[in-house]
């Protein structure tokens, strides 16, 4: 999501990111001075935003956004990913760049670790083996 007005007169936002890299620490995120100007309950804002295809880089991020025909630039302090959570700031508007699987958290999750051990999938396959030879030795036998 990137950033467009907050609570804080700065554009200030502070942000936990555990669920992304396990920091506990709070990050800053600011808004464009051209979208914090705006009083979020009086004005509307209209503008494009151009960014970067979606990658699974988390700390980084290129955009230009055209706004009141100006193009202000965009970068990773612009923006709050998913799996942040917004702390000591009451507020905050945004809008949506990526969506669903195209998020920087959904292309990073590579889903959970295989649990078995090595012993265990060898185990595995020599039962199958050991398997597919006692059908061959009944059938055999029954045979003669």
């Known amino acids: 999501m990137v950033l467009l007005s907050t609570s804080d007169p700065t554009g200030v936002a502070y942000i936990q990111t555990i669920n992304l890299d396990g920091e506990s620490n709070l990050k800053t995120r600011y808004a464009k001075q051209e979208t914090q100007m705006k009083m979020p309950e009086k004005d509307s804002i209209s503008g494009m935003i151009k960014c970067e295809k979606p990658n699974r880089n988390i700390y ?21 990913l998913r799996g942040c959570e917004l702390k000591n700031t009451s507020w905050a508007i945004g809008v949506a760049v ?47």
């Open 98 to 144: 990526y969506a669903g699987r195209e998020t920087k958290a959904m292309l990073n999750n590579s889903g959970a670790p295989s649990k078995r051990s090595r012993l265990e999938t060898r185990m595995n396959g020599e039962i199958i083996i050991l398997s597919f030879f006692l059908v061959a030795l009944c059938t055999l036998v029954s045979i003669c």
């Open 60 to 80: 980084g991020f290129h955009a230009n956004m055209e706004i009141d025909g100006k193009r202000v630039s965009l970068g990773p302090s612009n923006i709050i």
